[in-house]
């Protein structure tokens, strides 16, 4: 939505600089983890996934790395462009079929 | 591509009237699910169904309800807008309970006056 960037934790980067998003999640149980982007308008869209049994999976210009122990997930994209400017929020899923949505981090990407 | 698309994207109703936001994805998968957001909350889960007919309550079903006569259609209906229901709404749809990767409509952005 417009307005869902609001009261969100911000990343500022340069294009062309990697960058990290973090996120705690809070079940230890939970066994399979998303990564959206939310771009300004729009409604979520899925970059990547990774499932309990996998510390780390790579995507194109995204990785994402899971971190059981400490219950963090974080997601990479490489040679960030202006277009990857947006809200990006995990969910993390614990075998109910629902997913719980994290509040998201806003990535600014400035040319 | 999956596609899940949802009647508006933008209403405005008043106070007290009955309001339907449709949902329609094509990719006959069997779970639908019909969440808020709002700016500091996040995403909240309302009402989800799992198969035609049969719905289950989210986090935050009250002045809410929902129908799904059909596999690729889930209604979200507010029985009596409230100012408070002014949000953005957004329609999910998944493959099967064990695979869950949700995928996203675009949007309706709810006012009511």
């Known amino acids: 939505g417009e307005n869902v960037g609001l009261h969100l934790p911000t990343l500022s980067v340069q294009e062309g600089d990697n960058s990290i998003i973090n996120c705690a999640y809070s079940n230890s149980a939970s066994d399979y983890f998303i990564w959206y982007k939310q771009e300004s308008g729009k409604g979520p869209q899925f970059i990547i996934d990774i499932r309990s049994n996998m510390d780390k999976r790579q995507g194109q210009r995204v990785t994402v790395l899971l971190n059981k122990t400490v219950k963090h997930l974080s997601l990479q994209i490489a040679a960030t462009q202006p277009g990857d400017s947006a809200v990006y929020f995990c969910?993390?899923?614990?075998?109910?079929?629902?997913?719980?949505f994290g509040k998201g981090t806003m990535l600014l990407v400035s040319p | 591509d999956v596609k899940v698309t949802q009647s508006s994207r933008y209403l405005v109703k008043r106070t007290g009237e009955k309001v339907f936001l449709e949902c329609v994805q094509d990719?006959?998968?069997?779970?639908m699910f019909w969440y808020r957001q709002d700016p500091g909350l996040g995403l909240r889960l309302i009402y989800f169904?799992?198969?035609?007919?049969?719905?289950e309550k989210g986090d935050i079903p009250e002045g809410y309800s929902v129908s799904r006569e059909k596999k690729e259609r889930f209604s979200l209906i507010l029985e009596s807008a409230s100012t408070n229901q002014t949000s953005m709404y957004l329609c999910?749809?998944?493959?099967?309970?064990?695979?869950?990767?949700?995928?996203f409509g675009p949007g309706t952005r709810l006012t009511v006056l």
């Open positions: 169904s799992y198969d035609v007919k049969m719905k």
């Open positions: 999910a749809s998944s493959w099967s309970p064990t695979t869950d990767t949700q995928y």
């Open positions: 969910a993390e899923f614990s075998g109910y079929s629902t997913l719980t």
């Open positions: 990719m006959d998968h069997e779970n």
